[in-house]
């Protein structure tokens, strides 16, 4: 079965720093799109940051500059190195893998990890 596992996440301080990991198995890592989102309390889940197959990289505005994804194929995993929190960016972080175009598409998730960032 597919499974795409989050880890990393926890309590930070402002302006501190965290990197979120998720590993998937059960899929052919290397042709999916990886992607993260996340959603606070009371909020729609949003998007974060993603990364395409050939490492082509993209982010909401409110992150960029602070935030990085990254992926390594040949451990089947992808991070977001996470820089100058602050308390908006709590939330659950979920990551996501996508494949396909057209009318054959396929999109899986993670279980979801908590960001907390406070004093």
């Known amino acids: 079965q597919v499974q795409l596992v989050e880890s990393g996440g926890g309590l930070v301080q402002p302006g501190g720093s965290v990197r979120l990991s998720c590993e998937a198995s059960?899929?052919?890592?290397?042709?999916?799109?990886m992607a993260w989102y996340r959603q606070a309390p009371g909020n729609q889940r949003e998007f974060v940051a993603h990364?395409?197959?050939?490492?082509?990289?993209s982010y909401v505005d409110s992150v960029k500059g602070r935030f990085t994804i990254s992926r390594d194929n040949a451990k089947n995993t992808v991070h977001l190195q996470m820089n100058g929190l602050r308390p908006e960016d709590t939330a659950i972080y979920y990551c996501?893998?996508?494949?396909?175009?057209?009318?054959?598409?396929?999109?899986?998730w993670g279980q979801g990890i908590q960001v907390t960032v406070s004093s």
């Open positions: 996501s893998a996508f494949i396909g175009t057209g009318l054959d598409e396929r999109t899986y």
């Open positions: 990364i395409n197959t050939g490492g082509r990289e």
């Open positions: 059960g899929i052919i890592f290397k042709f999916y799109i």
